[in-house]
């Protein structure tokens, strides 16, 4: 069984930052691939930034420069830094784990942004 909690949404305003976590537990062994996706109203699921164990790092265009994805391999953690955030990032974000070509994925959390 795999677990994937998350936390650190919330309201901010426009201009603002918040930094989401995400721990992984459970029968994890051999995962290499964690990321964060978002999906606002209405609109599909969109991968936001991902990161391997070796710390290769992959953004969404929308976010370059603004968002810093980081993990903690000892706490398997994965992290999602998010500075000068936009109305456009209301969303609500998962984080994703892929154990052996298969895609675990938290409850998610809710990011607000007001303009």
């Known amino acids: 069984q795999v677990r994937l909690v998350e936390s650190g949404g919330g309201l901010v305003q426009a201009g603002g930052s918040l930094r989401l976590s995400c721990a992984a537990s459970?029968?994890?062994?051999?995962?290499?691939?964690m990321g964060w996706y978002r999906q606002g109203r209405g609109q599909e699921r969109d991968m936001v930034a991902d990161i391997t164990s070796i710390g290769n790092t992959n953004y969404a265009d929308s976010v370059k420069g603004r968002f810093t994805i980081s993990r903690d391999n000892a706490k398997n953690t994965v992290y999602l830094q998010m500075d000068s955030l936009k109305p456009e990032d209301t969303a609500v974000y998962y984080c994703?784990?892929?154990?052996?070509?298969?895609?675990?994925w938290g409850q998610g959390t809710q990011v607000t942004v007001s303009s």
């Open positions: 459970g029968n994890i062994f051999g995962f290499n691939y």
């Open positions: 994703t784990i892929r154990l052996w070509g298969i895609n675990y």
